[in-house]
T-cell receptor
Framework: NAGVTQTPKFQVLKTGQSMTLQCAQDMNHNSMYWYRQDPGMGLRLIYYSASEGTTDKGEVPNGYNVSRLNKREFSLRLESAAPSQTSVYFC????????????FGSGTRLTVV | KNEVEQSPQNLTAQEGEFITINCSYSVGISALHWLQQHPGGGIVSLFMLSSGKKKHGRLIATINIQEKHSSLHITASHPRDSAVYICAVWGVRGAQKLVFGQGTRLTINP
């Protein structure tokens, strides 16, 4: 089925461990995004990629890195996880102007202990 | 002050009631999205509006660009409509990304 696929769905990390969240879309979208969602905070943009080969910081980029591997894939890396990064992470993609086809992945629930 | 404000933050109603959720924004935009998130679930785009009104089943979304205001209406509400509804605007100051409201938590009791 067409859409945005995120892996893993759940993850528990110890403080200081690293991990990469994977995201892939098969809708030929140019733009991809990583968000985190925390209780009472709404969705906050971590990083986005307006097109293959470009990435830009969002509202809360500290502690994260991203890679736009190709047009389909956009990964989010936590180099040294901290309890403050416990959150639900969503990947999303959209068409060239962002106006159409805005599609979210199913989310990754990450707990850092 | 947030650039996107939703009201109410929480709304509880009885099955069958007509529901209205409001969204106001403070800057020029290219388009506005209404999103739905069920408890523990993913996020689904319901509507994208740049002007006027759109209808899908029991859901109606309107936008008034001059007044910088949008509403999401649900007719004949049902418990399965219980979810968080999020307003998001695109193109603030030309930026190629969405800016989100805080969401409205809707509970429909049988």
């Amino acid at each position: 089925n067409a859409g945005v696929t995120q892996t893993p769905k759940f993850q528990v990390l110890k403080t200081g461990q690293s991990m990469t969240l994977q995201c892939a879309q098969d809708m030929n979208h140019n733009s991809m995004y990583w968000y985190r969602q925390d209780p009472g905070m709404g969705l906050r943009l971590i990083y986005y990629s307006a097109s293959e080969g470009t990435t830009d910081k969002g509202e809360v980029p500290n502690g994260y890195n991203v890679s736009r591997l190709n047009k389909r894939e956009f990964s989010l890396r936590l180099e040294s996880a901290a309890p403050s990064q416990t959150s639900v992470y969503f990947c999303a993609s959209s068409g060239e102007t962002g106006l159409y086809g805005y599609t979210f992945g199913s989310g990754t629930r990450l707990t850092v202990v | 002050k947030n650039e996107v404000e939703q009201s109410p933050q929480n709304l509880t109603a009885q099955e069958g009631e007509f529901i209205t959720i409001n969204c106001s924004y403070s800057v020029g935009i290219s388009a506005l999205h209404w999103l739905q998130q069920h408890p523990g679930g993913g996020i689904v785009s319901l509507f994208m509006l740049s002007s006027g009104k759109k209808k899908h089943g029991r859901l109606i979304a309107t936008i008034n660009i001059q007044e910088k205001h949008s509403s999401l209406h649900i007719t004949a509400s049902h418990p399965r409509d219980s979810a968080v509804y999020i307003c998001a605007v695109w193109g603030v100051r030309g930026a190629q990304k969405l800016v989100f409201g805080q969401g409205t938590r809707l509970t429909i009791n049988p």
